[in-house]
């Protein structure tokens, strides 16, 4: 699974990145910054499963939705499109 994100506050993504990889299933985790625009990086995750891979999905769907971040992600989607 690839994922491109616009982040301003990279501290965050490495500490999401530590806890995604320490999580059951994740086999390697890596990222890539875009040069040109170093607010999109690209996260790259490979899980031994799918069942895993959609474990961690739900279990962050619903983290993300009590701290509000699905509702703050969708103005940055509409603005910036996702890949």
Known sequence: MATVIKCLNYPIVLKAMVFTASQSGCEQLSRSI????????LMTELWSSKEDCDVYFEMQRE????NGFNERLLPLIEE???N
């Open 34 to 41: 875009d040069h040109e625009n170093p607010n999109h990086i």
């Open 63 to 66: 983290v993300r939705d009590k």
């Open 80 to 82: 910036n499109g996702i």
